[in-house]
Protein backbone atom coordinates (compact mmCIF):
# COMPACT_ATOMS: atom_id res chain seq x y z
CA UNK A 1 0.00 0.00 0.00
CA UNK A 2 0.88 3.68 -1.01
CA UNK A 3 2.02 5.52 2.10
CA UNK A 4 1.51 9.06 1.52
CA UNK A 5 3.94 11.67 1.93
CA UNK A 6 3.89 15.42 2.17
CA UNK A 7 7.26 17.15 0.73
CA UNK A 8 8.43 20.95 0.49
CA UNK A 9 11.02 22.14 -1.43
CA UNK A 10 13.33 24.96 -1.91
CA UNK A 11 15.54 26.81 -3.57
CA UNK A 12 17.96 29.30 -3.00
CA UNK A 13 21.14 32.02 -4.52
CA UNK A 14 22.95 34.45 -3.27
CA UNK A 15 23.20 36.57 -6.10
CA UNK A 16 21.82 34.75 -9.61
CA UNK A 17 24.42 33.15 -10.50
CA UNK A 18 25.94 32.81 -7.51
CA UNK A 19 26.62 30.17 -4.23
CA UNK A 20 23.37 28.56 -4.02
CA UNK A 21 21.69 26.59 -1.94
CA UNK A 22 18.87 23.74 -1.59
CA UNK A 23 16.04 22.18 0.97
CA UNK A 24 13.44 19.58 1.43
CA UNK A 25 11.28 18.52 5.05
CA UNK A 26 10.23 14.80 4.10
CA UNK A 27 7.35 13.84 6.51
CA UNK A 28 6.38 10.39 6.18
CA UNK A 29 3.68 9.31 8.85
CA UNK A 30 5.29 10.58 12.33
CA UNK A 31 9.03 11.55 10.86
CA UNK A 32 10.33 14.37 9.51
CA UNK A 33 13.27 14.07 7.32
CA UNK A 34 15.42 17.48 6.29
CA UNK A 35 17.86 17.39 3.72
CA UNK A 36 19.67 19.97 2.07
CA UNK A 37 22.89 21.24 0.41
CA UNK A 38 24.72 23.84 -2.12
CA UNK A 39 26.79 24.70 -4.88
CA UNK A 40 29.28 27.54 -5.21
CA UNK A 41 28.54 29.00 -8.71
CA UNK A 42 24.70 28.30 -9.69
CA UNK A 43 21.35 29.48 -10.57
CA UNK A 44 18.40 30.01 -8.42
CA UNK A 45 16.31 27.97 -10.79
CA UNK A 46 18.92 25.21 -10.94
CA UNK A 47 18.46 24.89 -7.30
CA UNK A 48 14.83 24.74 -7.16
CA UNK A 49 15.07 21.92 -9.29
CA UNK A 50 18.00 20.06 -7.28
CA UNK A 51 15.82 20.60 -4.46
CA UNK A 52 13.33 18.56 -5.94
CA UNK A 53 15.32 15.99 -7.40
CA UNK A 54 17.19 15.24 -3.97
CA UNK A 55 13.27 14.78 -2.27
CA UNK A 56 12.51 12.37 -4.75
CA UNK A 57 15.35 10.60 -4.94
CA UNK A 58 15.57 10.11 -0.76
CA UNK A 59 11.72 8.03 -1.42
CA UNK A 60 10.88 5.00 -2.86
CA UNK A 61 8.48 3.99 -5.75
CA UNK A 62 6.19 2.92 -2.64
CA UNK A 63 4.89 6.50 -1.70
CA UNK A 64 2.65 8.69 -2.95
CA UNK A 65 4.24 12.05 -2.62
CA UNK A 66 2.38 15.49 -2.40
CA UNK A 67 4.95 17.35 -3.08
CA UNK A 68 4.59 21.56 -2.69
CA UNK A 69 6.87 23.93 -4.18
CA UNK A 70 6.78 27.68 -4.61
CA UNK A 71 8.70 27.81 -7.84
CA UNK A 72 6.30 27.81 -10.55
CA UNK A 73 9.26 26.94 -13.09
CA UNK A 74 9.68 23.97 -11.32
CA UNK A 75 5.71 23.54 -11.29
CA UNK A 76 4.69 24.55 -14.48
CA UNK A 77 7.83 22.75 -16.34
CA UNK A 78 6.84 19.40 -15.08
CA UNK A 79 3.28 19.48 -15.57
CA UNK A 80 3.13 21.67 -18.56
CA UNK A 81 5.74 22.56 -20.53
CA UNK A 82 8.11 19.06 -20.51
CA UNK A 83 5.32 17.02 -22.96
CA UNK A 84 6.76 19.91 -25.86
CA UNK A 85 10.15 19.85 -24.80
CA UNK A 86 10.74 16.34 -25.24
CA UNK A 87 8.58 15.98 -28.29
CA UNK A 88 11.36 18.81 -29.44
CA UNK A 89 14.43 17.31 -28.46
CA UNK A 90 15.07 19.36 -25.40
CA UNK A 91 14.56 22.53 -27.68
CA UNK A 92 11.91 25.24 -26.62
CA UNK A 93 9.43 26.63 -29.39
CA UNK A 94 11.96 29.31 -30.24
CA UNK A 95 14.18 26.03 -31.12
CA UNK A 96 16.81 26.74 -28.46
CA UNK A 97 18.25 24.12 -26.12
CA UNK A 98 15.98 24.11 -22.45
CA UNK A 99 18.28 25.43 -19.84
CA UNK A 100 19.06 23.26 -17.21
CA UNK A 101 17.69 20.00 -19.20
CA UNK A 102 20.18 18.07 -17.45
CA UNK A 103 18.05 18.77 -14.27
CA UNK A 104 14.50 18.28 -16.02
CA UNK A 105 15.99 15.01 -17.83
CA UNK A 106 16.74 14.13 -14.50
CA UNK A 107 13.55 15.22 -12.55
CA UNK A 108 11.62 13.61 -15.13
CA UNK A 109 13.36 10.09 -15.44
CA UNK A 110 12.46 10.46 -11.17
CA UNK A 111 8.59 11.01 -11.10
CA UNK A 112 8.01 8.70 -14.30
CA UNK A 113 8.46 5.87 -11.36
CA UNK A 114 6.92 7.59 -8.73
CA UNK A 115 3.32 8.58 -8.10
CA UNK A 116 3.91 12.02 -7.22
CA UNK A 117 1.33 15.18 -7.03
CA UNK A 118 3.18 18.92 -7.88
CA UNK A 119 1.80 21.62 -5.70
CA UNK A 120 2.54 25.48 -6.11
CA UNK A 121 2.52 27.19 -2.33
CA UNK A 122 3.22 31.00 -2.40
CA UNK A 123 6.52 31.72 -1.05
CA UNK A 124 7.31 33.48 2.13
CA UNK A 125 3.85 33.49 3.13
CA UNK A 126 3.90 32.14 6.20
CA UNK A 127 3.51 28.31 4.94
CA UNK A 128 5.26 26.67 7.83
CA UNK A 129 6.57 23.72 5.65
CA UNK A 130 7.61 26.33 2.66
CA UNK A 131 9.45 28.32 5.37
CA UNK A 132 11.38 25.43 6.91
CA UNK A 133 12.83 24.58 3.36
CA UNK A 134 13.59 28.01 2.67
CA UNK A 135 15.81 27.54 5.64
CA UNK A 136 17.26 24.70 4.97
CA UNK A 137 17.92 26.07 1.19
CA UNK A 138 19.89 28.76 3.21
CA UNK A 139 21.81 26.69 5.30
CA UNK A 140 22.90 24.89 2.37
CA UNK A 141 24.16 28.20 1.09
CA UNK A 142 26.52 28.30 4.64
CA UNK A 143 27.46 25.19 4.07
CA UNK A 144 29.85 26.03 1.09
Known sequence: MNKEVVVYTDGACSGNPGPGGWGATIK??????????????TTNNRMELIAAIKALEYLNENHKIILYTDSNYVKDGITKWIFNWKKNNWKTSAKKVVKN?????QLDDLQNNRNVKWNWVKG????????RADELARMGIEKI
Do not use: F, K, P, R
Not at 126 to 131: H, P, R, T
Open 124 to 131: HAGNLGNE
Open 28 to 41: LEEETVEIYGGENN
Open 101 to 105: SDLWI
